[in-house]
């Protein structure tokens, strides 16, 4: 029998758990891994007992009432380990689980709210134990414990923990509209025992599922981008051994489809995620490069460390001083024949648009049109137009399609030359004319733009055969082709106000190279 808990640290302590680092869902997370923890130390008793061979962990927001409830029906906390539960940076007697530190519950409750309750039954006892923690009445009060309400049930009722969250402000509490987000990523965080079937787990009573990437299944890609040798899938085993007992096991392989959100590593300790969340997974610049590289669409996969320690919000790895090592070694097992990921991230080519994700794609093109578009703008009046004789030649009209025919939508800058207000306007054409890789449309005096600009549209065809084959979706790559592209754009209408009348002569003969001879890798033949 147990009347009352000891909280013994300064009373200040509970209050600096609100200013802790959490997302909804890694607070969240502390609680499940105490139901997670305490079925695996209890799983042969659960099993022989009660025929249980899963733990369920239900979580409900109510914003209504302002309640969170995390309820289990793992083994409860028992008497043995009641008093410590509640005290602050009291660990269990066992470090090795997902509740090593003694705090997760107490900082992840308060950091919701400053009031809080806790219902228990161990499933080797006839007693539900009822605890309540009001922040404002133990630091009014200076209490230094807290009295525990017991009532003796029989045996083949209820068994597990229930807390209860009450007067979760609106600050922490979710909207309806981010429960599939908190699924997300705490399907994410336990895909382990999610995948090995015995968590089932719940938000608002719909079921956290996870689903795993597949990984590419293709021929090896040379560096001109051609296919060579038989199909294989593109994954391997990560195995690293590190000084002091480290060990790093694992797989890493090559997305099938190109995704940033799944790219990158993800980091598990105890068979649990601590970093490399959706979204922002483990991405190292050594082995990643520059953002928007082939590597940081396409390589992913999921690390595990033995050995090391955690931060106390069990977000990060304590690399202790190892992890350049590590990427070092990873890097040379990443690029190890036969399977050589990262050599065949950067080589391998499908269609450049229709291999990627739109919002990916939307990036990279906006990135390197907006700086395009910036160093335009900043020219002023800096170009100047001078005369020169030559035969007269006619504008094509400027278009305007729909802006579900475009890749992303028309990029507009104003700029000016030698005081003449100029409209240049970028545009990536899902569907192009085969034989023009660059289009400039507008330019002369009756073709204007919606304040009386001279309009100037730029057309860079994105599914030409000189893009597909050597046009690498990166920003890096794009701007310096988007700004050639540019610079003759404007320099063949500068030239046409100059007076020569067929600058666009230099425009078609290039395009009519770029479709043919020097469209394709040496080797290639057209279809």
Not at 332 to 361: G, T
Not at 395 to 410: E, F, Q
Request: proline share 5%; hydrophobic share 35%.
């Amino acid at each position: 029998m147990i009347t009352e808990v000891s909280i013994d640290p300064p009373l200040e302590i509970y209050g600096s758990f609100q200013r802790f680092n959490y997302k909804v869902w890694t607070a969240i997370a502390e609680f499940v891994d105490n139901s997670i923890q305490s079925f695996r130390d209890h799983r042969e008793t659960l099993q022989k007992e009660f025929s249980q061979t899963v733990v369920s962990v239900n979580v409900q927001f109510d914003s209504d009432s302002g309640s969170v409830c995390i309820d289990d029906d793992a083994a409860g906390i028992p008497l043995t380990e009641f008093s410590r539960a509640f005290r602050v940076a009291i660990p269990p007697r066992d470090t090795t689980g997902m509740n090593e530190f003694g705090m997760g519950m107490k900082c992840a409750a308060f950091w919701f709210t400053d009031k809080w309750n806790v219902e228990t039954r161990y499933i080797k006892e006839t007693v539900v134990r009822n605890i309540s923690l009001d922040l404002e009445k133990i630091c009014n009060s200076q209490l230094r414990s807290i009295p525990v309400k017991e009532e003796v049930v029989p045996k083949s009722n209820w068994h597990g923990t229930r807390v209860s969250l009450k007067n979760v402000s609106n600050k922490r509490m979710p909207k309806t509209s981010q429960f599939s987000k908190i699924r997300e990523f705490l399907s994410d965080i336990y895909r382990v025992p999610i995948r090995e079937g015995y968590l089932n787990l719940f938000v608002n009573g719909i079921k956290c599922e996870f689903t795993k990437d597949d990984c590419l299944k293709a021929c090896f890609y040379d560096r001109t981008h051609r296919p060579t040798g038989q199909e294989i899938i593109w994954k391997k085993e990560v195995k690293i051994g590190l000084p002091g007992e480290r060990n790093i096991t694992g797989f890493a392989g090559i997305l099938k489809d190109a995704k940033r959100s799944s790219a990158g590593f993800t980091l598990f300790r105890r068979g649990r995620v601590v970093d490399g969340f959706p979204g922002n997974r483990w991405m190292p610049p050594l082995i990643f490069g520059a953002k928007n590289s082939f590597a940081s669409l396409r390589i992913f996969g999921e690390l595990h460390f033995e050995g090391f320690g955690v931060s106390s919000q069990k977000d990060q790895i304590d690399w202790a001083g190892f992890e350049d090592d590590f990427c070092e070694l990873l890097k040379d097992q990443l690029n190890a024949a036969p399977i050589a990921l990262l050599k065949q991230a950067d080589n391998y080519r499908a269609n450049p648009i229709d291999d990627m994700e739109p919002d990916d794609v939307e990036g990279i093109l906006s990135t390197a049109v907006d700086n395009t578009g910036q160093s335009l703008q900043e020219i002023g009046s800096s170009v100047q137009s001078h005369p020169i004789n030559g035969e007269e030649t006619i504008p094509l009209p400027a278009i305007n399609p729909k802006s579900n025919d475009l890749v992303i939508n028309a990029r507009k800058y104003e700029i000016v030359f030698d005081g003449t207000r100029w409209l240049i306007e970028f545009q990536f054409p899902k569907i192009a004319d085969r034989d023009k890789w660059l289009d400039v449309r507008g330019g002369s005096e009756d073709i204007k733009g919606p304040d009386g600009q001279q309009l100037l549209q730029i057309r860079l065809a994105l599914d030409h055969p000189f893009s597909k084959n050597f046009l690498r979706m990166e920003a890096e790559h794009v701007e310096p082709i988007l700004r050639l592209a540019a610079a003759l754009a404007l320099a063949e209408r500068l030239a046409k106000m100059a007076g020569v009348q067929t600058p666009g002569v230099i425009r078609s003969r290039m395009n009519e190279i770029l479709t043919n001879a020097l469209g394709h890798s040496s080797g290639d033949s057209e279809d």
